[in-house]
């Protein structure tokens, strides 16, 4: 699946969540998927705990949070 399309399954709304990033039509944050494979949870591990989860839901959020991190600037001290 193409970057634009993964992404496209990622929202923000000031209403969801306080604002932190979902999967797209659930409350489920991108960091607590992130935080779950982090952790050692299989994509398995996590269809059990959210069936309504797909694969490409998974992949999206890394992609996220890895397009998150590339533009953070490091500033040297």
Do not use: C, H, Q, W
């Not at 399309?5 to 797209?24: A, C, E, S, T």
């Not at 944050?29 to 779950?36: A, D, F, Q, R």
């Not at 490409?56 to 959020?61: C, V």
């Amino acid at each position: 699946m193409k970057e634009e399309n993964l992404l496209k399954r990622i929202v923000i709304d000031p209403k969801v969540m306080l604002g932190k990033p979902v999967i797209k039509g659930t409350r489920l944050t991108v960091e607590l998927v992130l935080e779950k494979l982090a952790y050692g949870a299989t994509y398995e591990d996590i269809f059990k705990d959210y069936p309504f989860l797909t694969k490409d839901d998974i992949r999206a959020a890394v992609l996220y949070a890895s397009k998150v991190v590339s533009t953070e600037e490091v500033f040297a001290a």
